[in-house]
C-alpha cells in the first residue's frame, strides 16, 4: 500500500492538523497554565546552616579583689573563716601580730577592734600613716622589741590573727570600735583625753 505524503501534506490544513479549533482556544489560559500561584508553589524549607560550636575562653575572667574581699557574711565568725591563712603582705604580717599580741584569746570582735584602731590610726594624720609605722611606732605597743614584731609560732591563734586582719583591711565587717584610737585595759585609761566608745573582753576602746 503506498501513500502519497505530498498529497497528505497538501489536504492538511494547519487549523485541523489535531483536530483543535485554534481561534477556539483562550490563549490567555494556556499562558497561565505556565505560572503557578504562590499558594501552589511547594515551599522548600531553606537547608540549615551548620553552626560552628562557640570554643569557650580557657582564659579564667580576672577576679576582682576588691569585690571579693567585700562579699557580705551573716556573722563575724563567717568573715574570718573565709579566709586564708597566708599572711601575703607586711601590712597583713604588722597587723596579725598587733592583734596577735594584743587580743589573743578575746573574742573575735575584740580582735577587730583592735585591728580597727591601729588602721583607723593610720588614717588619722596623727599617727604614722601606714599599718607597720603604726605599730613599730615607738613607745605605743609594749610587745615591739627594738622596732621589730617577735617572731610568732604559727599556730591557731595566729591564723585566727591573720583572718581578722584581713577581714580588718577588706572592712569585711563593721567593728564595734568604730573611729575608735586608743584601747587599754579596764583597770587603766589612755594619757590623752578620750571618748569611750566600746568595752570588749579585757579592753577598753576610746576615740
Not at 540549615?48 to 577576679?63: F, K
Not at 599580741?101 to 570582735?109: A, D, N, V
Not at 603604726?134 to 610587745?143: C, E, L, N, P
Request: with cysteine; charged share 15%.
Amino acid at each position: 500500500m503506498t501513500f502519497s505524503l505530498a498529497g497528505l501534506l497538501g489536504n492538511s490544513a494547519p487549523g485541523h492538523a489535531t483536530g483543535i479549533d485554534r481561534p477556539a482556544v483562550n490563549l490567555t489560559a494556556l499562558a497561565n497554565l505556565n505560572v503557578l500561584s504562590p499558594q501552589n508553589v511547594p515551599q522548600i524549607a531553606p537547608a540549615a546552616t551548620p553552626v560552628a560550636p562557640v570554643e569557650q575562653n580557657s582564659v579564667e575572667p580576672a577576679v576582682d579583689t576588691a569585690k571579693s574581699e567585700a562579699e557580705e557574711f551573716d556573722t563575724l565568725a563567717q568573715a574570718v573563716a573565709a579566709q586564708d591563712s597566708a599572711a601575703a603582705s607586711d601590712a597583713l604580717q604588722c597587723l596579725a601580730g598587733a592583734i596577735y599580741f594584743e587580743s589573743k584569746g578575746e573574742p573575735l570582735t575584740g580582735q577587730l577592734a583592735v585591728a580597727e584602731v591601729i588602721i583607723n590610726r593610720a588614717k588619722s594624720g596623727r599617727f604614722p600613716a601606714d599599718v607597720c609605722g603604726v605599730v613599730k611606732q615607738r613607745g605605743q605597743f609594749s610587745f615591739v622589741r627594738g622596732g621589730e614584731i617577735p617572731s610568732i609560732n604559727a599556730g591557731t591563734a595566729y591564723r585566727t590573727a591573720i583572718a581578722v586582719a584581713k577581714v580588718a583591711l577588706a572592712s569585711a565587717w563593721n567593728s564595734p570600735a568604730d573611729k575608735a584610737l586608743y584601747f587599754n585595759t579596764p583597770d587603766r585609761r589612755p594619757s590623752v583625753r578620750a571618748v569611750k566608745v566600746a568595752s570588749i573582753g579585757n579592753h577598753v576602746f576610746y576615740r
